[in-house]
């Protein structure tokens, strides 16, 4: 890990200051104390990225939750009681990861986790549109279409310079230019560049900004436009804001409810995010899904322990990870420590950080996720492609991140349910010499019940004599549905005075009397033909 740390180390800047804001929002927007969201993106950062086989992924509270945890806290009757439920998901989480369930993560189809890395650039770019002019009504790191404030994401972007705060919108153009500048042409210019990263520079200068305008009617921005980090008096202040699971909730079913739930949504955000992240690496790692969920498990028991929001690999945080030049988990565990250290040591400069310029970090970020060529080589894929991962990145900007993806997935799954109706079998019209059809049809190579509607459409569709060659020689797997409309064929065929020579590794059989018995099976079983 130490081998990258030039590497590591400027990409964890980058990091912080895409997680801080965002650690602070989710925990607004949950109805959580805001420390709590602190805590989570600490544990996510150090515990979870030192646990975790991911180099580039990077773990917090996760926006996907916040509805979750917000009902769950009113649900349970305190916080202290919802910790519980966040404890008790971690082991769940654990047992998962026991039971190999991370294999899960690979069975979505590219097209949805494109979608998905799309849909959430998109979200990203609409939602800190606003607070990039100083629009700050919404909490940082929400991701849901319909907002807490009342608005929408698009009614919000319409209603922006109604609330306009005119020195939030000069530091962020100011920090958008530095960012812009440092990208496009100072990083070419030495390695100096590459050390000290652009959100740095853009980050001091929002502090710099907002110190100089502070007299200033014009330009001065108001505490309720830069982050809000608490500031304890004293050590005891300091120690107080951690909250610890009372746990005689423990007997309450509606706990284990909860936990389940929180168990079983982290876990799949987790998943999708792994799916995303190894697609986004240029070093093409594969991260162990199975490793990741006890990772997460661990991160999330320990954040409850100590008073923070469940914990998921963020896409957000891990994109601005490979985007800045992360190579190992270094980068997920130094910015876990930036957040310690700093809101020990320096909440107080924290609090004179503009949102704006996080929002301008952020929609270099959103940018990168939803370049425009991607959308023109996604379209040029194909139909089979591109309806999964527009339906995807559309469910996402008009509902959230997993009715998005389920969306994507739902129609992912019938384009694969049409794609096996007709690609099941190869019909071939060999000849029609002496007033008989010759016939050969050939199955694929793994047939199963979805093939069931093709197969049976073609077989009833055979005319009367006719001479019918089944060709099951390439086939390594025929599930006994097929196995069954095979044999009522046979009892239709004599009545049509079709002829049926069935091809096979076995053998070669004229009118057999009973398929089911040629391929040996038993009632209610499958056959492997390999």
């Given at each position: ?206 502090i710099v900004f907002y110190i100089v305008t502070q007299s200033n009617e014009s330009l001065a921005i108001a505490k309720s436009h830069l982050v809000s980090v608490p500031v304890p008096d004293s050590l005891d202040s300091f120690i107080g804001q951690f909250s610890f699971p009372n746990f005689a909730a423990i007997t309450n079913p509606e706990v284990w409810v909860i936990a389940f739930t929180i168990a079983l949504v982290a876990s799949l955000e987790t998943l999708l995010c792994v799916e995303a992240t190894d697609k986004l ?250």
């Amino acid at each position: 890990m130490f081998k990258t740390l030039k590497n590591d180390l400027p990409a964890s800047v980058v990091v912080f200051f895409v997680a801080l804001p965002l650690c602070l929002g989710i925990a607004l927007a949950s109805g959580a104390p805001l420390f709590s969201g602190l805590i989570a993106g600490i544990i996510g950062g150090t515990i979870v990225g030192a646990l975790s086989g991911s180099k580039i992924g990077v773990s917090g509270p996760a926006a996907g939750l916040a509805a979750i945890v917000l009902t769950a806290i009113g649900t349970l009757g305190g916080y202290e009681n919802f910790l519980v439920a966040v404890v008790l998901g971690g082991v769940i989480q654990l047992i998962f990861g026991f039971l190999k369930a991370g294999i899960i993560g690979y069975y979505f189809p590219s097209s949805v986790i494109k979608g998905m890395l799309t849909g959430i650039g998109i979200i990203i770019i609409l939602k800190q549109i606003p607070h990039f002019f100083g629009y700050d009504a919404e909490p940082e790191g929400a991701d849901s279409f319909l907002e807490t404030s009342g608005e929408n994401t698009f009614s919000a972007i319409l209603h922006i310079f109604d609330n306009l705060i005119i020195g939030s919108m000069i530091v962020g153009f100011i920090a958008l230019g530095i960012l812009l500048l440092w990208s496009n042409v100072l990083v070419k210019k030495g390695k100096f560049f590459e050390i000290i990263q652009g959100p740095l520079v853009a980050v001091v200068v929002g502090i710099v900004f907002y110190i100089v305008t502070q007299s200033n009617e014009s330009l001065a921005i108001a505490k309720s436009h830069l982050v809000s980090v608490p500031v304890p008096d004293s050590l005891d202040s300091f120690i107080g804001q951690f909250s610890f699971p009372n746990f005689a909730a423990i007997t309450n079913p509606e706990v284990w409810v909860i936990a389940f739930t929180i168990a079983l949504v982290a876990s799949l955000e987790t998943l999708l995010c792994v799916e995303a992240t190894d697609k986004l690496d240029p070093d093409k790692n594969v991260t162990p899904t199975n490793r990741e969920l006890l990772a997460q498990g661990t991160g999330n028991i320990l954040s409850g322990l100590v008073g923070g929001l469940p914990i998921t690999q963020v896409i957000v945080r891990s994109s601005a990870n490979i985007q800045s030049g992360g190579k190992s988990k270094m980068s997920a565990i130094i910015h876990g420590l930036l957040l310690l250290i700093s809101v020990i040591l320096i909440p107080s400069l924290l609090n004179k950080i503009p949102l704006s310029v996080l929002a301008a970090i952020l929609l270099i970020v959103g940018y990168k996720l939803a370049k425009p060529a991607l959308f023109v080589k996604m379209y040029k894929l194909g139909w089979k492609q591109s309806v999964p991962y527009f339906v995807t990145v559309v469910g996402i900007v008009f509902t959230d991140l997993l009715v998005g993806i389920g969306l994507g997935l739902a129609v992912g799954i019938v384009v694969i349910l049409l794609k096996s109706y007709q690609n099941s079998h190869f019909l071939h019209i060999e000849d029609n010499s002496n007033g008989k059809h010759k016939i050969k049809m050939s199955l694929a190579e793994e047939v199963t019940f979805f093939n069931k509607g093709a197969i049976l459409k073609e077989l009833d569709s055979l005319p009367r004599d006719t001479y019918l060659e089944f060709d099951v020689t390439k086939t390594r797997y025929l599930d006994y549905d097929i196995i069954e409309i095979l044999e009522d064929f046979a009892f239709k065929a004599k009545e049509r005075n079709i002829d049926i020579k069935l091809i096979s590794k076995r053998g070669i059989v004229e009118n057999p009397p009973s398929f089911i018995e040629f391929f040996q099976l038993r009632p209610k079983s499958n056959i492997s033909l390999s």
